[in-house]
Structure formats: structure tokens, C-alpha cells
């Protein structure tokens, strides 16, 4: 309802009650009954400045300088600002044509909306052919969401929810044209009405925010002054501006008139009225044609066709008439849950019943600007001197009980019964609407009465009304208990869960159903989990008080949300927003399903513009990978599985992660590392030298550069400078290995002797001669090779057994908090590869007749200067020493002493 003539503003937020009709210019269609369909184009409203007609609009003087810095580019706050009418309210229509402006056809309705347009028909063409068309159109809202919230992370927070309502009214469109192009399918018409539910929501968020924010923003720069007054309108205004209660109801109320208004066109019949400018005409025309006649009615009608006269003779109206009426009844009713309280007194001067809608106009506080402008010239004086008397009238006709239940609810709207009212209400939206639309009415009627601009004939309301204790919650309480299954089903969906709680202000019960939520067997529909997600990330924005711990789990379920839809470029900027330790722990888990080389450069560039913290997270992911599987790091003896598994080939990739940044080097050469120790202390030696291999040449030269490229003349890290020998010490095991292998597959080729042939013929002894000189060429220089071969493996495996500054596998360089582990796994490394080592050289020794040369490994072995005995089990020992053994036999068998030496005679 507006407040008169007079086109008053209003002291709430009404700009976010935008309707679906205000963002397109829609035509609507009433069919008379003796005329074509007809449509008149309603003029499109301003989708920021859209104020839906309700009870209770007050212009109020703006108390604040400017916060524009926090509600937008839009000047002052909308809460003060002057919001005209909506449009139909505005519109220039004549009487006339009243009816064929009002309301939408099925046909009509649709004919020239953007449904139609040539993209959107493509486009749902396109998407019939999907499995699911619904989830397939909605789709790409996730990263519409992102760009949105990343476009408006800076500015306005609430141009940003503005920009989340018309992302989800466009697919709403679009899905709207699936829908009526492949008939009703569940999957479609789901996902759309989640759409139309998180639009709705969005819509509340932005008009009670708005004001809550502006009232924290004020309650540190001014007080409220009641100043007296004698004007109904005045007190009422104070009292909008001084109580944020009944201020948030009331929007409450214009955000569900704005979801009814959105539903106006969706009537299921087209509404037909006989009479159309006299009022029950067609009970007219029959007492005329009595009077002519002089004829009794077999059926007896009223005699006089005063307002009253049905309920007064108790006598029915023509067939016709009370049809006419009951539809109408139940029309108005519905404009009027709309807010079109105007459009309502429109309809009933059209239909002839212009005392219908002076029964609607009662409710219009009064004032007489006279007493205050201090003008000469008179102004006219607005609402009704006798309000009080009128509103008692109503109440009596909400409870009449042979009226119309359409008319009872319309009147007990304006005089704040809840029990007709709730009679009519079918749906959640409904029931929650009457209940704040009483409670407002009850605490405006309660402040006037206190301020003693209240008539004594207020005292005619019953006691029920007047001494009401109405609050948001005891309205959900009773919701919670009300005998309408349909209501009660809906109490129960997770969007009105929500508003509930963002009517409320209750944001810590709300987080505590989202934990509830998540936790449940029934995974959440994904839309509801990106708008779960977006609005913490806007109460974060603002700065409000939350509980951290549940904020993080519903940011975590959506991260994972998008990792399970491959939503590759989504996942870094969600994760930013959790706190440092979470996010990384979180984009590793993420990395570790990239298994697409070309990705993951672009994965590391998106979290580093997401302002993650890249090094600790390629440094998890690689220790998470490496540690997987991992038995216990001890010395083998049992044969092992020496190939290379796909799990290993996956920590053999995963060092990938760290080689795409030249400033992770250190750390690549440090898992690499330690993947190795892994795979040496398993024999898996192909494996290790895949990893080794991974790890690019000039690492060692790049760690210095950056190091001295910081400004640094002191040596390198300690653990930098450790990774570094340790890095060389794999590779002299490695490289002692391969030649090794080399060795024993070039001895197991030895040239095979041929047999000779009989010697019967001549040319047969001349073939034997020439094998046999191809056979001494090939001895002799596999013999020469075999040499070659010994010397590297025997140099090669010398580096291992004599590495430089304190052995293999040994830190030159003490660290101040160690590593245990790792030196664990170089101490268990050592008493693993040594003495294979050790063995390995005594067999190509033995093997090459060399025996002095194996002999002389025992000195080494037992040297204390490099003190390799000490790496030796005694079971090791005593299998070496039997193996000299052999060699010193060999040498005594030569007529050698058992060194190697000559005898002396």
C-alpha cells in the first residue's frame, strides 16, 4: 500500500524487491468477455529505485553523510532515498482498459519476453540434446559466480549480490524456455526452482543487509530524537526510523509481496468478469425484469443491491454475480498479497464496485500538514481521521463468517487479524507474509496508542490483537507448528531454512545447519552448495562475526564440489579464501588429480594469482605422494619385486610439481632425495634412476645462483648444501650400478668356440680355419671390452666405497635441528649398498681372474680411515671373508703365496 495521493517515500530499502517483470518489458493479458486477447506492454521499472505499494512507508531525513563506499555507486543509502511507486501503480491506464492490463496469459504473456529471443531459443534447442538440459544450462553459473565475486571483491558489496540476482534470473529465463519447449522434466523444473529460490534469497540478503549495515554504520555517529508530534504519519515515521524491528519486518514483507508480484502472470485461469461497470449486473437485470413482469423468482434473490443487502436479507445474488464476485474476491486478495493495493482499488472501480475500494482505503494514517507548514496557502490533509473506527469495522467483517473467506482474509490484512488471514494461505511464502504484515500492523498500532494519537475506539479491537507480544521468532514458532502439511513440508526446505535464519539475524544457527547439512547421507544439489558458499564469503565481507570452523567446512565442501566436476580454473580462487594452513592442505589434495602434464603449469600460475602459498604446496603434494604405501625403511634381504608399479611411476612423476619454478630447485632436489632412498632401499634401481633422471643438470648451479643472487657471501644452507652431496652420492651409486649391469651382461656374451669339423676335405679345413680366426678376433676384443669394463665398474664402485669428506651418504655439514628420519634412512642406505657394493666389485674381480685385486679390497674394507667394516653385519663379514678365501686358493694354485705374491725360496 502506498500512503495516498501523495506519493510519500519510503524509510526501508525497497530497491532488492525487484520483480521478474521489472527486468524485461513484459506484456500482460486479460481477455474480456467480448473482445480478442489483448496485450498492453507495461513500461519496464527502474530495477534500483522499485518500491513495492505496502502499509507503513515513511519519508524520513537521511542521518549520515554518505556510505557509499560500502553500499554502492548509488549516492546515499536506498533506505532514505525516495523510491516512487511501482509501475503498474504508475502507469497511465484508463479504467477501461484496466482489465486487459492486468494480468498475463499463458500465451500472450510469453509472446514477446526474452524467452523467445533468437540466443535463447538456439540455446535451449541445443540443450534438449543433453542428458540432464537443467544442470547442463545452469552450469556455467559456477564461474560466473567466481568472475562476479572476484569483479566486485573491492567495491560495493552489494553491487555484488545485485550481480548474483541477475545471474540467476538469466538462467531462470533460459530455463523457463527448456521447460516449455521439452515439457516438464523433473531434473529441469528442479533445478529452475532452486535457481528461483536462490534469487529470492539473494534478493532478502541485500534488502535487510542494507539496512543492518547502515544502522551498525550509524549507531556510533547519532542518536535517535523522538521529537512530538500530532501527526499519525509523523509518529509512524519516527518509528520506522528508531526501531530496526519493525523496520526489518516490514522488508520482510516487501521482499515477499516483490516474490508474489513476480508470480502475478502465473494465474491458471483467465479471469473473465460479466459485470463491468455496474456492479452485479446481472442480479440488476433480473429485479428489472421482475419489476416488468411482476413475477416471483422460483429462486428467492436480494431485493436491493446495497453492499449490504446479501448479508443483511440473507438472500444470494445472481449465479452469475457470485461467481463473479467469488473470483474477483479471490483476485483482489491475491493483489493485494502482492502489495498492488492500488491495482486491487483499481479493479473493483472497473468491475463497478468503487465502494469495495473505498473500503481499501481506510488504512492511510492521517496528517495535516497545515498544522506544521506554517503556510498560508491550505494543503490537502491525508488518510483517515477515523482510521481507528474503520479498522474495528474490518476486524468485525475478518470474522464474519457468511462472508467470502477471500474477503474476510482481505480485511483482516488491513486490520491485522492473523486467523482469517491465515485461512488462506497455502504456501510457506504466504503464511510467513501474514504473519509479519500483522506484526507490523500490531507494533505501529501499539506505538500510536503509547504516543496517545490512538482514538479511543481503538479500545473496540478484542483484547487478543492489542495485547499481542509479537516477535520474528514466536512467527516461526507458530509456522513450526501449523496444521498445513504443505507448510510444514516447506518449513523444512533448505531455502526457507535460510531466510528463516537470515530474517532472524541468527547467522551462528544458520552455519550450524549448514554443518548439519554437510554431514548428512544426502549430498546437498550443487547449486545450493555454491550459494551456501557465496553467502559466507559475503558475510565475511562485511566483516561479521562468525564461527571460523564452520565457514571453513562449507568452503571446504564446495572446493571439493569442484575438484569432483573437474572444475579446474575454479578451485584456487575458493581455496584462497580458507585459512593458510586449510588451503594448502586443500589445493594439494587438488594437484594430486591433475594427472595432465599440460595443466599443471597453469594449476601453479592460478595459485599463485589466488595468492596461495605455491612452494608449501607443491612440497605436500610430493611428500603426500612419496609417503603413500610406505613400509617401514629397513634393509631387504628377502627377494623383492625389483619393476617399477604405477604407484611408483606416480611419485616418479609427482616431482614434476616442483621443476616448473627454478626457485623450488632446493626443494625438488630434496624430495627427489628422498623418493630415492625409497626406491634404493628397495632394489627398484630403474625407478630410482627415473626420478633421477627428472631432476634437471644445472639444479646444483641454479641453487647457488639464487642463493648468491639474494645478496648472500656465506656458504649455502646447511640442508641446502646436504640435499646437494647426498644428490651426488645417489648418482655415484647409480652410476656404480648401471656399470655393473653393463659388466654382467657384456661377460654373459662371451664369443661361443666353434666345433671343429672333419678335416675330409680341403675346403672344409680351410672353413674351419677362417671360424677359428673370427673366433680369436671376437675373444680378443670382447676379452679388451671385458677389461674396459672392469676397470669402470671397479673405478665406479671405488667412488662409492671411497666417497670424498667423510663417505657416502654422510652430511658434511651438521644441520641445527636434524632430520631424523632422513638420516635414519642414509644410516640404514649405508649398511645396505655398501656391502652390496663390496660384493658386486669381489665378484667382477673373482670373475676376471684379478684375485691380488680382491684381496686388497679387504684393506680397504678394514681400514680405519674410512671404517667401512663397521656397515658390515657379522654375517656379511664372515660370507666376505670366505669369498677371499677363494681368491687366496686361486693364488696358491698359481704358485702364488696367499696374498698374491711370489714365493720365496
Known amino acids: 500500500m502506498d500512503w495516498g495521493q501523495s506519493e510519500l517515500p519510503s524509510p526501508v530499502v525497497r ?12 506484456k500482460v493479458a486479460f481477455p474480456s468477455p467480448d473482445s480478442p486477447l489483448v496485450s498492453v506492454a507495461t513500461p519496464a521499472r527502474s530495477r534500483l529505485r522499485n518500491t513495492p505499494a505496502s502499509l507503513f512507508r515513511q519519508a524520513v531525513t537521511p542521518r549520515v553523510p554518505d556510505v557509499s563506499s560500502i553500499l554502492g555507486p548509488g549516492g546515499r543509502t536506498p533506505r532514505y532515498t525516495h523510491t516512487p511507486r511501482n509501475a503498474l501503480g504508475s502507469m497511465n491506464l484508463d479504467d477501461s482498459d484496466w482489465t486487459n492490463s492486468l494480468y498475463t496469459s499463458p500465451v500472450s504473456g510469453m509472446e514477446n519476453t526474452s524467452f523467445f529471443k533468437d540466443d535463447v531459443t538456439n540455446l535451449s534447442s541445443a540443450l534438449l540434446k543433453e542428458d540432464d538440459p537443467g544442470e547442463a544450462a545452469a552450469a556455467s553459473l559456477f564461474p560466473e559466480f567466481l568472475a562476479s565475486f572476484l569483479k566486485h571483491s573491492s567495491s560495493a558489496v552489494f553491487d555484488l549480490l545485485d550481480g548474483y540476482q541477475e545471474l540467476c534470473q538469466d538462467k531462470v529465463d533460459v530455463l523457463q524456455s527448456v521447460v516449455l519447449r ?56 519516527q518509528l520506522f526510523q528508531r526501531d530496526s524491528v519493525i523496520r526489518q519486518s516490514q522488508l520482510v514483507v516487501d521482499w515477499l509481496e516483490s516474490i508474489a508480484r513476480d508470480q502475478i502472470g502465473d494465474f491458471s485461469d483467465n479471469i473473465e468478469y460479466y459485470a463491468k461497470n455496474v456492479c452485479w449486473e446481472n442480479t440488476l437485470h433480473a429485479l ?31 449465479d452469475l454475480d457470485r461467481e463473479d464476485d467469488a473470483r474477483l474476491l479471490k483476485n483482489l486478495f491475491t493483489l493485494i498479497r502482492a502489495g498492488m493495493t492500488d491495482e486491487a482499488q483499481r479493479l473493483c472501480k472497473r468491475c463497478g464496485q468503487a465502494w469495495r475500494a473505498a473500503t481499501l482505503e481506510g488504512w492511510k494514517l ?38 467470502n473467506r477471500y474477503e474476510r482474509a482481505i480485511y483482516a490484512s488491513l486490520s491485522g487479524n492473523i486467523r482469517p488471514l491465515l485461512a488462506v494461505c497455502e504456501s510457506w511464502e504466504d503464511c510467513v507474509w501474514a504473519y509479519f504484515r500483522v506484526m507490523v500492523d500490531s507494533l505501529v498500532e501499539k506505538d500510536l496508542m503509547s504516543s496517545g494519537m490512538a482514538e479511543t475506539e481503538v479500545e473496540t479491537l478484542p483484547r487478543e490483537y492489542l495485547e499481542a507480544n509479537w516477535t520474528m521468532e514466536k512467527v516461526f514458532e507458530d509456522l513450526q507448528a501449523s496444521e498445513s502439511k504443505r507448510v510444514l513440508d516447506e518449513t523444512g ?29 544426502k549430498p546437498l544439489p550443487s547449486h545450493l552448495l555454491r550459494f551456501m558458499t557465496h553467502l559466507v564469503l559475503f558475510f565475511r565481507t562485511l566483516g561479521l562475526a ?58 601453479l600460475e592460478l595459485a599463485t594469482n589466488a595468492g596461495l602459498d605455491v612452494s608449501a604446496i607443491t612440497r605436500l603434494v610430493v611428500e603426500t605422494v612419496r609417503d603413500r604405501g610406505d613400509t617401514e625403511f629397513v634393509s631387504h634381504t628377502q627377494t623383492l619385486d625389483t619393476g617399477t608399479t604405477k604407484e611408483d611411476q606416480r611419485k616418479i612423476d609427482v616431482i614434476d610439481w616442483l621443476l616448473f619454478d627454478p626457485a623450488h630447485r632446493a626443494e625438488a632436489l630434496k624430495q627427489s632425495n628422498a623418493i630415492m632412498r625409497m626406491f634404493l632401499v628397495l632394489q627398484k634401481h630403474d625407478a630410482a634412476k627415473a626420478v633421477f633422471s627428472k631432476v634437471p643438470e644445472d639444479s646444483m648451479r641454479e641453487i647457488y645462483c639464487q642463493w648468491t643472487g639474494v645478496g648472500q657471501t656465506t656458504p649455502l644452507p646447511a ?100 632430520d631424523a628420519e632422513r638420516s635414519h634412512q642414509m644410516r640404514v642406505l649405508r649398511s645396505l649398498c655398501l656391502p652390496r657394493l663390496s660384493f658386486l666389485l669381489l665378484s667382477v674381480l673373482q670373475n676376471s681372474s684379478r684375485h691380488q685385486e680382491a684381496l686388497r679390497l679387504a684393506d680397504i674394507i678394514s681400514s680405519d680411515q674410512h671404517r667401512l667394516y663397521q656397515v658390515f653385519s657379522k654375517e656379511e663379514l664372515r660370507r666376505f671373508l670366505q669369498k677371499l678365501r677363494e681368491s687366496s686358493l686361486a693364488l696358491l694354485d698359481r704358485g702364488l703365496d696367499p696374498l698374491g705374491y711370489e714365493l720365496q725360496p
Open 15 to 26: 530497491d532488492d524487491e525487484v520483480t521478474i517483470a521489472a527486468r524485461r518489458r513484459k
Open 182 to 237: 521439452a515439457g516438464q522434466n523433473s531434473k529441469t523444473a528442479g533445478v529452475r526452482w532452486l535457481l528461483q529460490q536462490e534469487n529470492c534469497t539473494w534478493r532478502l540478503v541485500a534488502s535487510l543487509y542494507r539496512d543492518r549495515v547502515q544502522l551498525e554504520m550509524e549507531d556510533d555517529i547519532l542518536t535517535d530524537v523522538v521529537v512530538p508530534s500530532e501527526s499519525e504519519k509523523v509518529v509512524v515515521e
Open 288 to 318: 428489472k425484469m421482475r419489476r416488468k413482469s411482476g413475477a416471483a423468482f422460483t429462486v428467492p434473490l436480494v431485493t436491493e443491491l446495497d453492499p449490504d443487502a446479501p448479508l443483511r436479507q440473507q438472500r444470494p445474488l445472481a
Open 366 to 403: 492521517y496528517h495535516d500538514p497545515n498544522m506544521t507548514s506554517g503556510s498560508l496557502e491550505l494543503q490537502p490533509v491525508e488518510g483517515n481521521p477515523q482510521r481507528a473506527i474503520w479498522k474495528a469495522c474490518c476486524w468485525r467483517m475478518a470474522e464474519e463468517e457468511q462472508l
Open 493 to 521: 526446505e533448505h531455502y526457507h531454512i535460510i531466510q528463516k535464519f537470515i530474517i532472524l539475524g541468527d547467522l551462528d544457527g544458520l552455519l550450524e545447519e549448514f554443518s548439519d547439512w554437510l554431514t548428512a547421507s
Open 546 to 603: 562468525l564461527k571460523e570452523e564452520l565457514c571453513v567446512d562449507v568452503l571446504k565442501a564446495y572446493v571439493s564440489l569442484l575438484i569432483r566436476d573437474q572444475e579446474t580454473e575454479l578451485v584456487a580462487s575458493y581455496v584462497g579464501q580458507l585459512p593458510a594452513e586449510v588451503a594448502t592442505s586443500q589445493y594439494a589434495a587438488f594437484l594430486e588429480t591433475i594427472t595432465q602434464p599440460e595443466l599443471r603449469p597453469q594449476c
Open 719 to 818: 640442508e641446502d648444501e646436504n640435499a646437494i652431496r647426498e644428490h651426488l652420492c645417489i648418482r655415484a651409486y647409480l652410476e656404480a650400478h648401471d656399470a655393473f649391469t653393463d659388466w654382467l651382461s657384456h661377460s654373459s656374451t662371451a664369443p661361443q668356440k666353434p666345433a671343429p669339423a672333419p678335416e675330409a676335405k680341403f675346403t672344409e679345413r680351410v672353413a674351419n680355419e677362417m671360424r677359428e680366426k673370427e673366433y680369436q678376433a671376437a675373444l680378443t676384443a670382447w676379452s679388451s671390452r671385458l677389461d674396459h669394463q672392469t676397470e669402470d665398474v671397479k673405478e665406479r664402485i671405488y667412488n662409492v666405497l671411497l666417497f670424498v669428506d667423510g663417505g657416502w651418504m654422510v652430511d658434511n655439514r651438521q644441520e641445527s635441528e636434524p
